[in-house]
């Protein structure tokens, strides 16, 4: 069974960096074609995708948001890591991470965590 | 960047319904197409992928198809539990995502 949970702080002041964890279970990132990636939705808004890893530790990441993002991953732990500088009212969102799979050769979000809403307010 | 456009943005319609919903890329994705449905406060759940294939467990009233630039999303017998919001997302260059289409009951 495919689970994935995002955890992080709830509400960050303007300007600080938010740190986003994505812990999982039923899936190894050690496993050729699995990757992890991280989506966006403000309140009322569209799905924003930001960031994605691969099992061989290839990235990649937003064009608009590549500057202040950075994504890793630690195997062992089954976790996924996504930070996000200099963070501003504008970033108020719900985040997910997704597990991402090849299917039939293309990028595929099969399975999301429930979200976390984070805040950016002074 | 690779720009998707769904259309329409809302779209009403009653039980039993044939619906389409359309998505544009802004250049060839190839088959590199994805569909998610998503209610409110709740995640996405992908439907098809592959432009037009059927995820396990999705009803066979869903159906896709479309390559390169032009693809739509099928529901052929609107049911309750359909009215959502869908999104295409291309996955030919990183991840982006349609605005969106709000499906509601007339």
């Known amino acids: 069974q495919v689970t994935l949970r995002e955890s992080g702080p709830a509400l960050v002041k303007p300007t600080q960096t938010l740190t986003l964890t994505c812990t999982f279970s039923?899936?190894?990132?050690?496993?050729?074609?699995?990757?992890v990636s991280w989506i966006r939705q403000p309140p009322g808004k569209a799905l924003e995708w930001l960031a994605r890893?691969?099992?061989?530790?290839?990235?990649y990441y937003s064009t608009s948001l590549k500057t202040r993002l950075t994504i890793s991953k630690d195997t062992s732990k089954n976790q996924v890591v996504l930070t996000m500088t200099n963070m501003d009212p504008v970033d108020t969102a719900t985040y997910y991470c997704?597990?991402?799979?090849?299917?039939?050769?293309?990028?595929?979000?099969?399975?999301w965590g429930q979200g976390t809403l984070v805040t950016v307010s002074s | 960047d690779i720009q998707m456009t769904q259309s329409p943005s809302s779209l009403s319609a009653s039980v039993g319904d044939r619906v389409t919903i359309t998505c544009r890329a802004s250049?060839?994705?190839?088959?590199?197409l994805n569909w998610y449905q998503q209610k409110p406060g709740k995640a996405p759940k992908l439907l098809i992928y592959?432009?037009?294939s059927l995820q396990s467990g999705v009803p066979s009233r869903f159906s896709g198809s479309g390559s390169g630039t032009d693809f739509t999303l099928t529901i052929s017998s609107l049911q309750p539990e359909d009215f959502a919001t869908y999104y295409c997302?291309?996955?030919?260059?990183?991840?982006?995502f349609g605005q969106g289409t709000r499906l509601e009951i007339k």
């Open positions: 997704a597990r991402t799979r090849a299917v039939a050769g293309i990028p595929t979000l099969d399975y």
């Open positions: 039923g899936f190894s990132l050690s496993t050729s074609g699995m990757c």
């Open positions: 890893i691969d099992w061989d530790d290839d990235k």
């Open positions: 250049q060839s994705i190839s088959s590199y």
């Open positions: 592959a432009a037009s």
């Open positions: 997302q291309q996955s030919y260059s990183t991840g982006t």
